[in-house]
């Protein structure tokens, strides 16, 4: 995971009225013309494009394609839970740099790390877990939660 795609703690961003609406917008359809979300928030397409890149810039919002891993050939999608015996950060970097690995988080209770993988089979999910996770030092044991299918997955959550 990048630094910029990193939460870090510290005081939220204050975002006025127009760039939550612009979020909100883009939220619904990410394909929306600056001219159509303009019309939406009251605001000239340059302004929307403006606000929307400092928006992006400042790591406030992404703006992606969401595909289906299974359409796509990727049919073992799991959560990993992860307990380690020292620093916490210094595995989840590590995690986060193989390919398989879409998803890292930092957690309290049964498991210190959760790392979502998508994999092509189970074939190539046990020799992840099995070559580059369990290997890695300072992992003392590993639970997988394999999907059997998503049921719900959103991303319009919205602002404050």
Known sequence: ????????????VQLDDVSKAIIEQLQLDGRRSYA????????????????????????????????DPMQLGFYRQAMIGIRVSGDTRVIADRLA??????????TAGNFDILAEVVCENDDELIDLLNSEIRTL????????????????????????
């Open 1 to 12: 995971m990048s630094e910029r795609h990193r939460a870090t703690p510290g005081k939220p």
């Open 97 to 106: 740099a193989l390919p398989s690995v879409d998803y890292v988080v930092l």
């Open 137 to 160: 030092e300072g992992v003392s044991s590993t639970e997988t939660f394999v999907y059997l299918r998503l049921h719900k997955q959103l991303y319009d959550w919205g602002t404050r």
């Open 36 to 67: 159509e979300i303009g019309k939406a928030v009251g605001l000239s397409e340059a302004a929307v494009r403006q606000r929307v890149q400092k928006l992006t810039e400042s790591g406030v919002m992404q703006i992606v394609a969401v595909t």
